[in-house]
């Protein structure tokens, strides 16, 4: 079993940042994938961001490429998202959800294809 534990979200105005952590505990493994996908209110959850390990590959949706990074620090287990550039459309509760495999490529932006789940944290850009 793994446990995951996010943290980071809050009130940010337009154009600001926030950044996500995400910490894995129990039976993680060097295999992996960690996943960021967010829920607006009325919307279907949406993938955001992953990283797989081995090489860390990172995945990007269209809509946050280039202006969101997803990093993993192995040593603490622990995921992150660093946002820049907010606007009201990035307004969502985002979780985390980690694998302790490392995903295939056309699987990564499927959430069913994730084992654990986390809370959630909301993130909300207004100004």
């Known amino acids: 079993q793994v446990a995951l534990e996010e943290s980071g979200g809050g009130l940010v105005q337009p154009g600001g940042s926030l950044r996500l952590s995400c910490a894995a505990s129990?039976?993680?493994?060097?295999?992996?994938?960690m996943g960021w996908f967010r829920q607006a209110p009325g919307k279907d959850r949406e993938f955001v961001a992953a990283?797989?390990?081995?090489?860390?590959?990172?995945h990007y949706a269209d809509s946050v490429k280039g202006r969101f990074t997803i990093t993993m620090d192995n040593a603490k287990s622990t995921g992150y998202l660093q946002m820049n550039s907010l606007n009201t459309e990035a307004t969502a509760v985002y979780y985390c959800?980690?694998?302790?495999?490392?995903?295939?490529?056309?699987?990564?932006?499927?959430?069913?294809?994730?084992?654990?789940w986390g809370q959630g944290t909301r993130v909300t850009v207004s100004s």
């Open positions: 959800a980690f694998d302790s495999t490392r995903i295939i490529l056309s699987s990564v932006r499927n959430g069913e294809s994730y084992g654990y």
């Open positions: 129990g039976r993680t493994s060097r295999s992996y994938t």
């Open positions: 990283i797989r390990c081995c090489g860390s590959s990172t």
